[in-house]
């Protein structure tokens, strides 16, 4: 039986994007294509579960939304496990960086494109990016997305960001609410 690397799984708020504020259950996988400073993902740690043991951990939590996150979840996210999932009534939103393929049935992809990194996917519905140097206008044109979000780089470049969104309106500001508050 089929066994994925699970680093965590935890009931919290998403803490960015479109469904900030949400409260919702994260399931973090462990393992990355891509290996970004920024991240806050220990790969190292990880625990062996399968799909009836992810579905019977996250049962166990009020809301019906779930967040995929890794790490990058696309490497280990499949179609038996969103099934499976579907089953049990859940919505299912995948934050990737979008260079590996997703199972078709997700109900919500957030997309953040890394640099030098060729993305594959062909739906986002909400593209966020880290905001650093990086030309955010190029990125945004090859990848279209409904919901555009730019997101301060660890909290330090927050009034850059700001002011490239009031000269920009068509994006929205993503902060990491979550660690603002100080919740998981």
């Known amino acids: 039986m089929k066994q994925y690397a699970v680093n965590e799984i935890f009931y ?3 803490g960015e994007g479109y469904y900030t504020g949400t409260p919702a259950v994260f399931l973090r996988f462990s393992g990355c294509n891509l290996r970004c400073d920024f991240c806050d993902t220990d790969h190292s740690a990880s625990r ?44 299912i939103q995948v934050e990737t960086n979008g ?20 993305t594959v996917i062909t739906r986002i519905d909400e593209l ?12 945004a044109d090859r990848h279209p997305a ?11 470049n927050i009034a850059a960001t700001v002011d490239y969104i009031l000269a920009h309106p ?6 990491q609410t979550h660690k603002l508050i100080n919740i998981p």
């Open 48 to 91: 062996p579960m399968t799909a009836l043991e992810i579905a019977d951990a996250i049962d166990l939590h009020p809301s019906r939304h779930l967040v995929v996150t890794g790490g990058e979840p696309a490497l280990q996210l499949d179609d038996t496990l969103v099934d499976l999932l579907h089953s049990r009534g859940w919505y």
């Open 146 to 156: 409904n919901h555009l979000y730019l997101q301060p780089c660890s909290g330090l």
């Open 99 to 118: 260079t590996t393929p997703l199972p078709a049935a997700v109900d919500w992809v957030t997309c953040s494109p890394k640099p030098d990194a060729e």
């Open 170 to 175: 068509w994006w929205r500001l993503s902060l």
């Open 12 to 14: 919290s708020l998403q």
């Open 128 to 139: 966020k990016i880290v905001y650093t140097d990086r030309d955010v206008e190029a990125i």
